[in-house]
């Protein structure tokens, strides 16, 4: 058996470009007469933008920590051991960009031993050992502090959560072994389940504290101060931390079969990380820690040798690093400051935009429509959402009533857009009318104003043709709901200028939306996907397939939602309106479906009612299907949805509507939702082998969102 150390060296040499985490040791008189204590903070020399996380090199620094506190608590020379972070930063686990270059099996088992090893050992000093949860802490950070035998928490703790099921992984250092025998199966369950299906949610110190992970819960002000008097109180036998037993009985295997529902209604049995997960924590119930982490290293080795987990990452790498420095974008010091906002329109839409650029931007912002009462609504609408922010104690009474003060309404485009340097329109979705409000606009608006349209599916350069100025006219096409869906498709008209275009970005990036650039192509990147995507679905339930087979047949991809809900949350007048543009772009690919205009035609608002709580199929759309004889399995459906999907992102990439493939999985992801474990789109495609049948080859080179060969 190799030791730890050799281990880990030998990790490390995979591995050179990791940023290495140092864990210091100090030493100090407790307070109380409590005696001497070693406390290791845990510091990669970043500052708070740059996370702490474990690499091989990390955790051989960790485990060198712990053979020094080691021989000084068999000695006798110290009462205990501490663990932190550097300011606002615990730790954040595991280092990912290590665990993408892992080619082989026994490498990745290597990484587990070796957390598991370093770690165990806090559990095993002849001291008690604490961990002070100073700042973030997520994975591998989490999971270092359940080894040690107490824990506080600061209530300034912006995030905690064991968010490896998110990417595609078991939380693997103890996590899916440790966390149920401390706080029981059933909160275990949420937090490494159901919180990283939820969107990767987070927890705050005070719910880490409620949970009963932390001991203690103390203000961020004084935290390690006031931790280090409750050690010592502790330690001295003057505060006895007593934890509720944990029930082992029926509860538990309630737990594990509520996570196994929850997995399927988030993932479908698509991807394997949360039920190897479940798998771990149901077999943790008999207490046996060690045969606990053997299985959390064979899971883990499994995983990251899977194309679930390179899609998470990759999908993640999309999300924090080209998400914030988007592709084709010009040069940022040719942006124009932005001192006031226009918003055309005070319908629900045109409402959101305003509350969106009021909240991030901070200056005025002023709608105009054709009447006042619709402007009225549409301020009020402002209003009444930022006094519910005042209500939650989002903002303050001082802010809400300096935001209010921002917003105003004016019938007068002249008056209101005069002095105005960003003015968006959010009006009816058709040609005409765009053309006409664009040119009421110019009219009145300074020279340099910046003209943005939120079209979902129209061209931008015909919209501007008639002006005089179409340079700066740029789509800026965001998602609903606007407060929630990131993404941001800001699209270059034929006639953009770099200027407008770079003041586009710009104030996306202060409106914290993922921007991305895309060709003014129809229906641009997300529409034009789903549209084909959901096309398809329509057209195998036109031509004879149930309903509820069409439905299930793409279950497997794990959607947020499944294609006829979505068509429900969308509107089913939009989706034929969008599907009508396609369709007289490329009338040989998308299709109108007769089914779904005689549903709008008959004013309903979806395919389904929920009288029993669940969606069934409304007997008055089931009336109104025309429906042919041809019946397809779900495999075939599901090979014709994909199919058409690869051949539409084939050719959007070869008409250069975005830079990369990346570009179209970022869309899908922060746009539509799509989940972590697909890495979007095309890493999916290229694994079941799609992207290769319809266009010849893989959409990524092979080690990107995959095994490297």
């Not at 107490?150 to 250092?173: I, K, M, N, Q």
């Not at 299906?197 to 101060?225: C, H, M, S, T």
């Not at 040719?334 to 009021?358: C, D, H, I, N, W």
């Amino acid at each position: 058996m190799s030791t730890t150390a050799e281990l880990l060296k030998g990790a490390a040499e995979l591995f050179p470009d990791e940023v290495v985490t140092q864990a210091h040791v100090r030493h100090f008189d407790l307070p109380l007469g409590a005696g001497r204590f070693a406390l290791i903070t845990l510091d990669n020399g970043h500052d708070h933008t740059k996370p702490t996380t474990f690499g091989p090199q990390s955790l051989a620094n960790l485990n060198a920590a712990i053979d020094q506190v080691e021989r000084e608590a068999a000695e006798g020379t110290i009462v205990g051991v501490g663990v932190t972070g550097k300011p606002f930063i615990f730790a954040v686990g595991a280092d990912l960009k290590g665990v993408e270059l892992l080619k082989r099996h026994e490498d990745a088992l290597a990484i587990g031993k070796g957390g598991h090893e370093v770690f165990k050992r806090l559990a095993g000093l002849a001291v008690p050992t604490f961990a002070y949860y100073n700042g973030a802490a997520m994975g591998g950070g989490v999971e270092v502090g359940l080894h040690c035998t107490y824990r506080t928490v600061s209530a300034a703790l912006p995030a905690f959560s064991l968010p490896e099921v998110f990417l595609g992984l078991v939380p693997g250092w103890g996590g899916c072994t440790l966390l149920p025998n401390l706080i029981g199966a059933e909160k275990a369950v949420t937090v490494v389940i159901e919180n990283s299906l939820n969107q990767n949610r987070q927890l705050k110190g005070r719910q880490v504290y409620e949970l009963g992970i932390a001991d203690a819960l103390f203000e961020g002000a004084d935290f390690l101060e006031q931790s280090l008097i409750w050690t010592a109180a502790v330690l001295k036998g003057e505060i006895v931390v007593e934890r509720p037993a944990v029930d082992r009985g029926e509860a538990w295997d309630q737990a594990v079969a509520k996570g196994r529902f929850v997995a399927d209604s988030k993932v479908h049995g698509a991807a394997p990380a949360a039920y190897r997960a479940l798998d771990i924590i149901a077999a943790a119930k008999d207490g046996d820690l060690q045969k606990g982490y053997d299985a959390e290293d064979q899971a883990l080795a499994d995983l990251i040798m899977g194309g679930e987990l390179r899609a998470g990452i990759y999908a993640f790498n999309l999300v924090q690093k080209r998400g914030k420095r988007p592709a084709g974008a010009p040069d940022k010091n040719l942006a124009r400051p932005v001192t006031k906002v226009g918003v055309v329109g005070a319908g629900l839409m045109a409402s959101q935009l305003a509350l969106l650029f009021l909240r991030r931007l901070e200056v005025p912002v002023v709608l105009t429509d054709i009447d006042q009462e619709r402007i009225d609504k549409g301020v009020g609408y402002v209003h009444a959402e930022i006094d519910k922010l005042l209500s939650k104690g989002r903002v303050n009474q001082d802010k809400a009533n300096r935001l209010k003060a921002l917003v105003t309404g004016v019938l007068d485009k002249a008056e209101g857009f005069a002095d105005a340097d960003f003015i968006i329109e959010a009006v009816f979705e058709e040609m005409g009318v765009k053309q006409k409000v664009f040119a009421e606009v110019e009219a009145v608006a300074p020279a340099h104003a910046v003209l943005a349209t939120n079209t979902s599916s129209l061209s931008v350069s015909e919209m501007a043709s008639k002006l005089q100025h179409p340079e700066r006219v740029v789509g800026f096409h965001f998602f609903n709901p606007v407060a929630v869906l990131p993404l941001l498709e800001i699209v270059r008209g034929e006639q953009t200028d770099d200027a407008s275009l770079a003041t586009a970005f710009a104030v996306a990036k202060k409106l914290k939306k993922t921007a991305v650039l895309v060709k003014d192509a129809p229906a641009f990147v997300v529409n034009r996907i789903l549209t084909r995507f959901m096309g398809e679905v329509q057209n195998v339930i036109d031509e004879g397939t149930p309903v509820e087979v069409a439905e299930k047949a793409v279950e497997p991809l794990g959607l947020p939602m499944s294609p006829l809900v979505l068509l429900e949350l969308v509107g089913p007048a939009i989706g034929l309106h969008v599907s009508e543009t396609l369709n007289r772009a490329f009338p040989d690919r998308f299709t109108v479906s007769p089914n779904l205009k005689a549903v709008v035609e008959a004013g309903k608002r979806g395919f389904y009612v929920y009288d029993s709580g669940r969606p069934e199929l409304d007997p008055e759309v089931s009336a109104l299907l025309k429906q042919g004889d041809v019946v397809l399995t779900e495999e075939q459906v599901r090979a014709r949805v994909l199919e058409a999907v690869a051949q539409e992102i084939g050719l959007m990439l070869d008409e250069g509507v975005v830079a990369e493939a990346q570009d179209i999985d970022l869309c899908l992801i922060t746009g539509a939702g799509w989940p972590f474990h697909l890495g979007g789109i095309t890493p999916y495609l290229d694994r079941e082998g799609v992207s290769e049948r319809v266009t010849g080859k893989r959409f990524l080179a092979p080690g990107v969102a995959s095994v490297p060969a």
